[in-house]
T-cell receptor, first 115, second 109 residues
Framework: DSGVTQTPKHLITATGQRVTLRCSPRSGDLSVYWYQQSLDQGLQFLIQYYNGEERAKGNILERFSAQQFPDLHSELNLSSLELGDSALYFCASSVAGSGVQETQYFGPGTRLLVL | GQNIDQPTEMTATEGAIVQINCTYQ??????LFWYQQHAGEAPTFLSYNVLDGLEEKGRFSSFLSRSKGYSYLLLKELQMKDSASYLC??????????FGAGTRLFVKA
C-alpha cells in the first residue's frame, strides 16, 4: 500500500458524459501527478500540482482539467468523453523537495471504460 | 528534446540474470529512477541513482553513467514474479520527471 488513495476504482460511462476522479496523496506529500495509461501503453503524463498550484502540464486534452484543493487532495475532471479515453488513470504523489524526494508513489488507479 | 529509450520487451529464464538498459537525452538531469509495474497495477519504486556507479539493493541493482546518459537495471536470480514492466524515469529538475515507455520482461521457467 503506497498511501495514495484513488476513487473510484472502476468507472463505466457513456460517450459524451463527464466524470470526476479523486486522489488523496500520502500524508506530507505536497505534489500530485496525474497519468493516463491506455492498454499496453506507457504512462502518459497529464498534469502536476504542487501545494495547490499547477506546476507542469503534459499531453492533457482541453476536455480534461484538474485541481488540487487546500487539503491537498486532487480531482481530475474528464468531459465530453470519447471511446479513446478508456484507460487506467493513475495519481501519484511526492514530497517534491529534491533528489530522492521526487520519488513518486502511485495510487491503485481508476479504470475508466467509456461505452 | 526529451528522450528516454528502453527496449520494448525482453525474455529471460528463471534463476538467470537480466540487464535492462535505459539511455536518456534530457534538458537537465537530477536523478534517475527505476519503477516496476505489474500488469494492471500501479508502478512501484525500485531505485534511485544520482551519482555515477552501482547501487545494490538485494536482487536488484541499478547503474548510472551521467556522461554517457546511460543506466541499467540488473535483476539477479530471476523469479517468475519478476515478470513485469520496468520503467526508467529521469528527474530533470524543476519538479519535472520524464518516464520512458517501459520494458516488458517475461520470465520463463
Amino acid at each position: 500500500d503506497s498511501g495514495v488513495t484513488q476513487t473510484p476504482k472502476h468507472l463505466i460511462t457513456a460517450t459524451g458524459q463527464r466524470v470526476t476522479l479523486r486522489c488523496s496523496p500520502r500524508s506530507g506529500d505536497l505534489s500530485v501527478y496525474w497519468y493516463q495509461q491506455s492498454l499496453d501503453q506507457g504512462l502518459q503524463f497529464l498534469i502536476q500540482y504542487y501545494n495547490g498550484e499547477e506546476r507542469a502540464k503534459g499531453n492533457i486534452l482541453e476536455r480534461f482539467s484538474a485541481q488540487q484543493f487546500p487539503d491537498l487532495h486532487s480531482e481530475l475532471n474528464l468531459s465530453s468523453l470519447e471511446l479513446g479515453d478508456s484507460a487506467l488513470y493513475f495519481c501519484a504523489s511526492s514530497v517534491a523537495g529534491s533528489g530522492v524526494q521526487e520519488t513518486q508513489y502511485f495510487g491503485p488507479g481508476t479504470r475508466l471504460l467509456v461505452l | 528534446g526529451q528522450n528516454i529509450d528502453q527496449p520494448t520487451e525482453m525474455t529471460a529464464t528463471e534463476g538467470a540474470i537480466v540487464q535492462i538498459n535505459c539511455t536518456y537525452q534530457t534538458s537537465g538531469f537530477n536523478g534517475l529512477f527505476w519503477y516496476q509495474q505489474h500488469a494492471g497495477e500501479a508502478p512501484t519504486f525500485l531505485s534511485y541513482n544520482v551519482l555515477d556507479g552501482l547501487e545494490e539493493k538485494g536482487r536488484f541493482s541499478s547503474f548510472l553513467s551521467r556522461s554517457k546518459g546511460y543506466s541499467y537495471l540488473l535483476l539477479k536470480e530471476l523469479q517468475m514474479k519478476d515478470s513485469a514492466s520496468y520503467l526508467c524515469a529521469v528527474y530533470t529538475g524543476g519538479f519535472k520527471t520524464i518516464f520512458g515507455a517501459g520494458t516488458r520482461l517475461f520470465v520463463k521457467a
